[in-house]
């Protein structure tokens, strides 16, 4: 049967068949290629949806947060259009007071002297309760040390007839002058 075909025959057969085995290592190629392919676009698609979710809250977030700002300008802007509607009343006020009156600068004036002078009379009361709370303190000291003193009176009293009693005590008399020195200076303490 070899004999029968010729070498270019075989070599025809040879070819074909090359040619149908790299068709078929094509195919397998591309087979991988393909599920390599749809691996990769899967992961992709995956990645996509993951990003598109993150993107969506992000958006959200924003959203929310715009949503918040508008409100706080909304609040701003109608805090500031009722500050200037005051403003313009008082001026409106101010006008018709100085067409209505000649003494309308005065009638200010004594308004604004009335209002620094309530201000100063809340200072003022204040630094009176605190001198009031540091002379309590204070009174509450010396009444502390005049019974001590009180106590220190009658000790002076004992020591100054002991002395008294000791005639034979050369110093005496220094020891007297003493103790009236101190009695003195406690009553000077004292007053």
Same mark, same amino acid.
């Given at each position: 049967?070899?004999e029968?075909y010729s070498?270019m025959d075989?070599?025809?057969?040879?070819?074909i068949?090359a040619?149908?085995?790299s068709?078929v290592g094509?195919?397998?190629k591309l087979a991988r290629?393909?599920?390599g392919l749809?691996?990769?676009?899967?992961?992709?698609?995956?990645e996509?949806?993951? /990003?598109?979710? &993150? %993107?969506s809250?992000?958006?959200s977030?924003l +959203?929310?947060?715009h949503?918040? =700002?508008?409100? $706080?300008?909304?609040?701003?802007k109608k805090?500031?259009?009722?500050i200037?509607?005051?403003?313009k009343?008082?001026?409106?006020?101010?006008e018709?007071l100085?067409?209505?009156t000649?003494?309308?600068r005065?009638i200010?004036?004594?308004m604004?002297?009335?209002?620094e002078?309530?201000?100063q009379n809340s200072k003022?009361t204040? /630094?009176?309760t &605190? %001198?009031?709370?540091e002379?309590?303190?204070? +009174?509450s000291?010396?009444?502390? =040390?005049?019974? $001590?003193?009180c106590k220190v009176y009658?000790?002076?009293r004992k020591?100054?007839?002991?002395?008294?009693?000791?005639?034979?005590y050369c110093s005496t008399e220094?020891?007297q002058?003493?103790l009236?020195r101190i009695?003195?200076?406690?009553s000077?303490?004292?007053n």
């Open positions: 049967m070899i029968e070498i075989w070599i025809t057969f040879s070819g068949v040619t149908i085995a068709l094509i195919a397998i290629d393909n599920s749809k691996a990769e676009m899967k992961a992709l698609s995956k996509r949806e993951m /990003e598109h979710d &993150r %993107l809250s992000e958006h977030g +959203s929310k947060e949503d918040r =700002l508008s409100q $706080e300008h909304a609040s701003i805090d500031t259009e009722y200037s509607d005051e403003m009343q008082e001026k409106m006020m101010r018709i100085y067409q209505n000649t003494k309308a005065e200010l004036d004594t604004d002297l009335m209002k002078v309530v201000l003022l204040q /630094e009176v &605190r %001198l009031k709370v002379n309590f303190d204070l +009174s000291r010396n009444s502390k =040390l005049d019974s $001590e003193i009658p000790l002076l020591i100054h007839g002991q002395l008294a009693s000791l005639e034979d220094e020891a002058a003493l009236n009695e003195s200076k406690l000077e303490l004292n």
